[in-house]
């Protein structure tokens, strides 16, 4: 599921103010640092939501369709998304 643009703002807030106060750690330039922690999220949404298509696309493809949503269903998802994910990422 693809985070909506507030989420993404709202985590990217909460990591730059968590890194702000994390011993250890010194942000020379935190308004560069929020732009850049929020595509990074941005692109992380998409990504999950790219996988998500092509698992539903694999699962639809069965000659037996489960419902969505059904326990059989959500195991066989979880499998297959990690399937995928592996093979992109060379795991």
Do not use: C, N
């Not at 250890?24 to 999220?41: F, H, N, Q, S, Y």
Request: proline content about 5%; aromatic content about 8%.
């Amino acid at each position: 599921m693809r985070m909506s643009r507030e989420r993404i703002f709202y985590l990217a807030d909460l990591i730059v103010k968590e890194l702000g106060i994390t011993p250890g750690v010194t942000i020379k330039a935190p308004d560069d640092l929020r732009p850049e922690v929020v595509r990074v999220l941005t692109e992380e949404s998409k990504l999950e939501e790219s996988i998500d298509g092509e698992v539903r696309k694999i699962l639809a493809s069965y000659s037996r369709p489960m419902p969505e949503g059904s326990r059989e269903w959500e195991i066989l998802y979880q499998k297959t998304r990690e399937e995928v994910f592996r093979r992109r990422f060379r795991l």
